[in-house]
């Protein structure tokens, strides 16, 4: 009897330690629950953040990155139209700007407004690379407050955005007209306009 009594007594003991032992595992699990809910709202808050900011700061750095290149093909299409066109008439313009446009969309050329401007060629009776506009080879001055500067970043705001009638579609090259190129031969001529004798 005493030996039950003994044994009851620690069954006791054990039972109440691993009752003590669970609580205080739960109640430490409940507060770990009950501050793990408690940040939840505040890393959420966070992250929202966090995203906004640095979603809007490459959205405005690949905006800004855009109006840049954006302004410098212009530049560059305004350019051509200044040193090859100045002194033709306004449909004359639209067509040397068509022209630098038509090589950007075929796979012959580069890639850029400004590479296809500034492109150079093997020339084989020259044996040597020339340029495809001519004024690229040379340091030109650019008079940029002048009418004709001005003229020209019209046409080439217009040209670059597509709003205008193609004047000369599908040509890739022209020529002026006092000059015979040796390969005007093999193009197909669509149009004379002003000065220049546009190809495909």
């Known amino acids: 009897m005493l030996r039950s009594l003994f044994y009851d007594a620690r069954a006791w003991i054990i039972l109440r330690r691993r009752r003590w032992t669970l609580y205080w595992?739960?109640?430490e699990q409940g507060d770990l629950a009950f501050f793990a809910i408690l940040s939840v709202p505040f890393l959420v808050v966070g992250l929202i953040v966090y995203f906004a900011y640095s979603a809007r700061s490459t959205i405005d750095g690949s905006r800004v990155d855009a109006a840049k290149e954006r302004a410098r093909e212009i530049h560059c299409l305004a350019e051509n139209i200044y040193f090859e066109a100045r002194g033709e008439?306004?449909?004359?313009?639209?067509?040397?700007?068509?022209?630098?446009?038509?090589?950007?969309?075929?796979?012959?050329?580069?890639?850029t407004i400004c590479e296809v401007v500034h492109d150079t060629r093997w020339d084989p009776l020259r044996q040597r690379l020339v340029a495809h506009f001519s004024w690229t080879a040379f340091k030109l001055r650019l008079e940029s407050g002048s009418p004709a500067w001005k003229q020209a970043m019209d046409v080439a705001t217009t040209v670059y955005h597509g709003y205008y009638e193609p004047v000369v579609p599908d040509a890739l090259f022209y020529h002026a007209t006092s000059v015979q190129p040796y390969w005007a031969s093999s193009k197909k001529m669509v149009a004379r306009i002003g000065n220049h004798i546009f190809y495909r």
């Open 25 to 27: 595992l739960l109640r």
């Open 89 to 111: 008439t306004l449909q004359g313009q639209y067509a040397v700007a068509e022209v630098t446009m038509n090589r950007l969309a075929s796979p012959y050329f580069p890639d």
